[in-house]
């Protein structure tokens, strides 16, 4: 049997990168998409066995190039996102209009599948840019082509994170840690390999026209993360209340002098908003999309050393 031709959006980053390797195994063939071969070449080649991955650069998405690249395929995944909008790369260019160009595209190609991922809590966040965003991308999407998936993630740790490994190496440093709304908003993390066996499952058990709510194990509130965090690394951290008009200001700092702001305003709205599942779709668990869940506490445990005194050295032997 041929095998399946996919094609992946976003493939160098956190999910991506852990999707190629589970979808290799699967002897699918990959094409994968990156604005820049020159730096990303190396790490994308490294996660699938040649032959079974081929790397294409674009570093526009216009109309006629996506539609050579789509040629042949049956399944297209979208995992391009952004967290803080910078110049051409508004939140609504990025989550929004290239989705809808994306699934256009992928319907003229009469494509299998759509796999697009969204972000989990973003109905109730409507003053926030991120959120109305990735919304809206999803009503396109849905409004384009009958063959989508939209699943929608809380938020997605892993040792190639940008939220725990940040934290971990903030925690490390500052004597106190600032934490919003007291720390109360509520997160369901997942496991990366979670979330890749549930875009593996949609895609062997070919499911069509869903949004699925991807979410881990447990409910935490941020302040539980941020302790969490801080038992992993055995230190000791104040947890300081950040009231919200200071916090604002320094997201507006961060916003002016930082290419990677620590914090920005859009941020800080979405952070007001629980991140859980809206009861509005089913959740990989309803669905029985993974065999198990991974513990939170369990999975930063094996990375948390990097930043722990002694480094591998700190490691407890079993
Ligand atoms: N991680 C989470 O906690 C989380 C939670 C909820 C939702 N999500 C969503 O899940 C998806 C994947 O997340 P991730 O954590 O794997 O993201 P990531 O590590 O930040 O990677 C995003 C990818 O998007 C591509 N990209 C970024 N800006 C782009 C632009 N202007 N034009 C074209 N491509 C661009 C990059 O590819 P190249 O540089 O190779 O072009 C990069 O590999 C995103 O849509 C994200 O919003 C993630």
């Not at 629980?274 to 991974?294: A, D, E, F, R, V």
Request: aromatic share 10%.
């Amino acid at each position: 049997m041929k095998p399946k031709e996919i094609l992946v959006f976003g493939a160098s980053g956190q999910i991506g990168r852990h999707l190629l390797r589970k979808l290799s195994r699967q002897n699918f063939k990959i094409t994968v998409v990156t604005r820049n071969l020159h730096r990303k070449a190396y790490i994308l080649k490294s996660q699938a066995n040649a032959g079974w991955l081929n790397i294409v650069e674009l570093s526009s998405f216009d109309y006629e190039k996506l539609n050579k690249l789509f040629e042949n395929k049956d399944i297209c995944i979208n995992l391009i996102g952004i967290l803080h909008k910078q110049n051409k790369n508004s939140f609504k260019n990025i989550h929004t209009l290239l989705p809808k160009q994306l699934a256009i595209v992928a319907k003229k190609n009469n494509l299998k599948q759509f796999i697009h991922v969204s972000a989990l809590g973003v109905e109730n966040a409507s003053n926030s840019e991120y959120a109305l965003s990735k919304l809206n991308g999803e009503n396109e999407v849905k409004k384009v082509f009958d063959n989508y998936v939209i699943l929608k993630p809380s938020l997605v740790y892993s040792v190639d994170d940008n939220f725990t490994t940040m934290m971990m190496k903030l925690l490390k440093l500052l004597p106190a840690f600032p934490i919003y709304y007291e720390g109360k908003t509520v997160f369901y993390p997942i496991h990366v390999t979670d979330m890749c066996e549930i875009i593996e499952k949609i895609i062997l058990n070919e499911i069509i026209m869903d949004t699925v709510e991807c979410i881990g194990p447990e409910k935490m509130t941020f302040k539980e993360i941020i302790e969490k965090i801080i038992r992993s690394l055995e230190i000791r951290r104040f947890l300081i209340p950040m009231p919200l008009f200071i916090a604002r200001q320094i997201a507006s700092f961060f916003e002016i002098f930082m290419k990677k702001p620590l914090i920005t305003n859009d941020q800080l709205n979405l952070l007001k908003h629980n991140n859980q599942p809206s009861g509005k779709y089913k959740t990989n668990k309803q669905l029985g999309l993974n065999q198990s869940l991974k513990s939170f506490d369990r999975e930063i445990n094996k990375y948390s050393f990097v930043w722990k005194e002694g480094g591998e050295f700190s490691q407890k032997k079993n």
